[in-house]
């Protein structure tokens, strides 16, 4: 799994877009990237997934540059709900292990 | 509804009393998977499985076993609970045949070794 590193906690209020970057310098040719978020006392939950340039669901929207070294996530309007943990992940789809770091802790407030 | 159920949910037990996590899912997914979280270390995969009868190591396996005789099921065992294994607990399945496909999880059992 390529290493990533990603801030520890962000705060944002209420209809702000909230980005977060995550960084994987030896990010491998067949690697993808992955994120997910983790509300208290529940499981992870699938978010988004990509592997260039941009990828957009209802929920949020993935933005990978050009070296890939990089991604930020894009959370937007931001409510009260998406108070979470935000784990980014790097890895290859033939790959059976998966472990997820401590993530980044985004706290909205009203 | 599609999902995947764990039970128990809680669960206070002793040193050295064996102990089962049962984990089903309703998907006819492939891949399984179990992991542990605790504070600071985000979530641990302890043991994996690519399809029935077929499971392996993750990350952290020491103190447990599984198996995975259907395909819908795949608990996990711990033969002799240790208070380092108090902890909270994720089943997750997958759509596809590894890990980076999309994965459900489970709620979660939130285990204490007394």
């Known amino acids: 799994l390529a290493k990533t590193t990603q801030p520890i906690s962000m705060d944002s209020y209420e209809g702000q877009e909230v980005n977060i970057t995550c960084s994987h310098n030896?990010?491998?040719?067949?690697?993808?990237i992955t994120w997910y978020q983790q509300f208290p006392s529940q499981g992870p939950r699938f978010i988004i997934q990509g592997y260039k340039t941009k990828v957009t669901n209802e929920v949020a929207s993935l933005f990978i540059p050009a070296d890939r070294k990089s991604s930020t996530l894009s959370l937007p309007r931001v409510s009260l709900s998406d108070t979470a943990v935000y784990y980014c992940l790097v890895g290859v789809f033939n790959d059976y292990k998966l472990s997820f770091g401590a993530g980044t802790t985004v706290t909205v407030r009203a | 509804e599609a999902q995947v159920t764990q039970n128990p949910r809680y669960l206070i037990t002793v040193t050295g009393k064996k102990l089962t996590v049962t984990c089903s899912q309703n998907?006819?997914?492939?891949?399984m998977s179990w992991y542990r979280q605790d504070p600071g270390l985000g979530l641990r995969q302890i043991y994996y499985s690519m399809n029935v009868e077929v499971t392996d190591k993750g990350d952290v396996p020491e103190g447990y076993k599984v198996s995975r005789k259907e395909k819908r099921n795949f608990p996990l065992i711990l033969e002799s609970p240790s208070p380092n294994q108090t902890s909270l607990y994720f089943c997750?399945?997958?759509?596809?045949?590894?890990?980076?496909?999309?994965?459900?999880f489970g709620p979660g059992t939130r285990l204490t070794v007394l």
């Open positions: 998907m006819n997914h492939e891949y």
């Open positions: 030896n990010i491998a040719t067949n690697d993808y």
């Open positions: 997750a399945s997958s759509t596809g045949t590894s890990a980076w496909y999309e994965q459900f």
